[in-house]
């Protein structure tokens, strides 16, 4: 179909296996389920308004059984945005390569949908931070420097993805942390390929593409150097899992048994570690 050859022509293209992988995400559990099985010259910019601007809006989140639950919102305006893109996207390449042969493309006329801005309170986020380290300061010293280095700015895989030789003059008087890359995920079929199990790799390129420097300064500069002396014993346990040449071996970030830390465990101990903090 439109959307099983577009994606195979993205493949050819620049673009990361990362955002594929969430077209096709999107595409599975957004888009097809709605117009999936219809004929393209069949599908209207009325049934393409439907879907993204009324179907999707009103989507809700799921319990374990499936179940919708109330007062809950799947998707919200900045997610169908990125929705009603891909289908531009999609649609815009189909009409290029004559899928559209005698009619108008349908999406053309389909309006984006209005993103709400969220109203941030600053000051209350910092109160929010400064309950959590605290805390963790009390309780558990042991994940200050990976929480707290997600104040640096840091976006989640980039911080989960910093390699020891990123931490640059820590001795000297103006110790910084280069970010060059980012933590990812090999797709399964790569994983498949590879035929050793590998499932993460270092990625030489931040998601914009921009390397930056970033200054350490305290307390931020302590928490580093306590976690670096805790990952040097980690390495001394019997049970530490053995990396080899593999770069993941050297991310500053790992588990006191050297297992990668992933998005789903980095935000499950980000919840846990906030309800704790109240």
């Not at 195979?8 to 293209?13: I, L, S, V």
């Not at 797709?187 to 930056?212: A, I, P």
Request: hydrophobic fraction near 35%; proline fraction near 3%.
């Amino acid at each position: 179909d439109l959307f099983t050859d577009w994606l195979a022509h993205k493949t050819d293209e620049d673009i990361s296996a990362t955002v594929l992988r969430k077209y096709r995400r999107l595409y599975e559990q957004h888009i097809q389920p709605t117009i999936g099985s219809m004929f393209l010259d069949k599908i209207s910019s009325r049934d393409l308004n439907q879907l993204l601007n009324s179907t999707l809006a009103t989507k809700k989140k799921t319990d374990a059984k499936g179940k919708p639950i109330p007062g809950t919102v799947l998707l919200g305006s900045a997610a169908r945005l990125n929705a009603w893109k891909v289908v531009r996207m999609c649609f815009r390449w189909g009409e290029l390569s004559d899928y559209f042969t005698g009619r108008a493309n349908p999406m053309m006329l389909v309006k984006a949908p209005k993103v709400v801005k969220r109203t941030i309170d600053i000051d209350a986020r910092l109160a929010d931070a400064d309950r959590v380290m605290s805390h963790l300061e009390a309780t558990q010293s042991d994940l200050l420097c990976l929480m707290g280095f997600q104040l640096l700015g840091l976006r989640q895989m980039e911080r989960l993805g910093l390699r020891l030789e990123d931490v640059w003059g820590l001795d000297t008087e103006h110790p910084k942390l280069m970010v060059r890359g980012q933590l990812a995920r090999f797709e399964t079929g790569e994983v498949e390929k590879n035929g050793d199990g590998r499932r993460w790799y270092w990625k030489d390129r931040t998601k914009t593409g921009v390397e930056r420097e970033i200054p350490l300064t305290e307390p931020f500069l302590g928490y580093l150097r306590d976690h670096l002396k805790r990952r040097e014993e980690n390495t001394k346990r019997a049970d530490y899992k053995k990396w080899g040449d593999d770069p993941i071996g050297e991310l500053l970030f790992l588990t006191d048994r050297g297992a990668v830390i992933s998005k789903t465990t980095d935000n499950e101990i980000w919840r846990k570690v906030c309800e704790a903090a109240g």
